[in-house]
């Protein structure tokens, strides 16, 4: 299958298509260690019969004559052969081979034979699969004027005929007992995972039947825990979704409600403008304008600055705060200088790396000091400063101007609110972009009075990592 259309299946077809022949090959391995147990077993019962038969020729071998003689039993033997369904062959000889009797060419087992221990090989005689039982002892009289002690070797053979009959039928129990378990598992498996589905159609259907304007988190109450992470980061997924269309909601609110006012007044005095006949007054009235004008291109682009901050992907790096700060400083240095106010930096160190998002990072400082440079007045100071504490670095804008009455320093940074000892016109926007900033990097923006004396210290707090 190929990778995208097995991306496309359905869990329970991709379940069933990885379990299944897994279970094949588990079949097939339990099915070749039941042949090899089977084999063994059958080896193991028909060995000691056998041994049976060998131990019944050693107990008829005589050596009174001087000679070796055996008494086979016939009877035994054609008993042995019914129940091995098959052929059987014997061979009696001292291990010097000058005495044989029975089947003479019958294979000799391979490496040494040890005396008292039976040993059971397969062989091939007469072009017949065969396994051959082995069993060597020493004679108790000497014959043929013998020297040295003589072993006495007998050996009985058989046809596999009914060992293979024995392993077969074990086996085919065993492939039977093995397709009945992979029906069965298979039945259970396809049944357990409709089971264990059951709770994504129920999310499926709770998705399907939800209204378009509802992005409430999904109850996460009846979900397997294996599917909960995937409903948790649905359901964050789903938070900034609403949270992005709340901003644009409040963006839209604040719009209409913000321009409507400078709006009217910009039409009002185009009006009173084109009729004022005398040349001076309608050129202090397009003073105005202009004016007005300004305020609201400035009171525009603060909110729309402040939704881009909203919504904007964060996309953070590894930047220098202190090289950053530095230049933006600079940067400002004519406004300071046109408005009589001496702008500085400072930082306690030379160097400090943190991950953000530089772009906003420069928005933010250039809100700041556009308020501290407005409100301060002339020949007064707007420091600049960068500084580290545990984990956390601060980016600090100080000034010497009116600041904020204590009472009112909790609402600041909300949106459209001035404090009461502002005179200059302003929409209210500059520290809410401000905040809203800080909270994107995981920080946040604190105010304080200047230390021993009039002013505001505003601080923008970012982690390090």
């Not at 038969?53 to 071998?61: E, G, H, P, R």
């Amino acid at each position: 299958m190929r990778f995208d259309a097995w991306h496309r299946a359905s869990l329970r077809r991709t379940l069933l298509m990885v379990l299944l022949p897994g279970m094949l090959l588990l079949v097939v391995a339990e099915l070749w260690l039941t042949w090899r147990t089977s084999l063994d077993a059958a080896n193991a019962a028909y060995d000691r019969s056998l041994l049976g038969a060998i131990k019944a020729i050693d107990a008829n071998i005589s050596t009174e004559s001087g000679g070796l003689a055996v008494e086979l039993p016939y009877r035994m033997l054609e008993f042995f052969e019914l129940t091995a369904s098959g052929q059987v062959y014997y061979r009696v000889a001292t291990d010097d081979a000058l005495v044989e009797i029975g089947n003479a060419d019958l294979p000799a087992p391979a490496g040494t034979l040890v005396t008292g221990q039976p040993r059971f090989s397969d062989s091939v005689y007469f072009d017949q699969p065969v396994r051959v039982g082995t069993y060597a002892r020493v004679l108790a009289e000497r014959i043929g004027g013998s020297q040295h002690d003589q072993r006495v070797i007998i050996q009985v053979a058989e046809t596999l005929g009914s060992r293979n009959a024995f392993t077969r039928s074990l086996v085919w129990q065993s492939v039977q007992r093995d397709l009945l378990l992979i029906l069965l598992a298979s039945v259970l498996l396809a049944a357990a995972i409709g089971w264990a589905l059951k709770p994504l159609r129920r999310l499926h259907d709770e998705v399907r039947s939800r209204a378009p304007q509802d992005l409430a988190p999904l109850d996460t109450e009846r979900i397997p825990a294996d599917v909960r992470p995937l409903v948790d980061a649905i359901n964050h997924h789903v938070v900034r979704n609403r949270a992005l269309t709340e901003a644009r909601r409040r963006f839209i609110d604040d719009a209409s409600h913000q321009l409507r006012t400078p709006l009217a007044t910009l039409a009002t005095q185009v009006g009173y403008a084109l009729r004022e006949p005398d040349a001076d007054r309608m050129r202090d009235a397009l003073s105005a304008v202009k004016t007005q004008l300004d305020e609201a291109v400035r009171q525009t682009n603060q909110m729309l600055s402040l939704a881009r901050t909203d919504a904007a992907e964060l996309e953070l790096e590894r930047i220098d705060l202190v090289a950053l700060a530095r230049q933006v400083t600079r940067d400002w240095w004519p406004a300071a200088r046109d408005s009589g106010v001496d702008l500085g930096f400072d930082s306690d160190c030379e160097q400090l790396e943190l991950p953000a998002h530089a772009a906003l990072l420069r928005e933010a400082l250039s809100n700041l000091l556009h308020n501290a440079i407005r409100y301060t007045p002339r020949d007064g100071e707007v420091t600049v400063a960068v500084r580290r504490t545990e984990g956390i670095a601060i980016l600090d804008v100080i000034d010497s101007g009116p600041g904020i009455p204590e009472d009112e320093m909790p609402r600041a940074g909300e949106r459209f609110f001035r404090a009461s000892n502002m005179t200059l016109p302003g929409s209210g926007l500059g520290l809410a972009i401000v905040r809203s900033i800080a909270q994107r990097h995981g920080g946040g923006m604190r105010l304080a009075a200047r230390e021993g004396g009039r002013g505001l210290v505003v601080s923008i707090e970012l982690p390090l990592v």
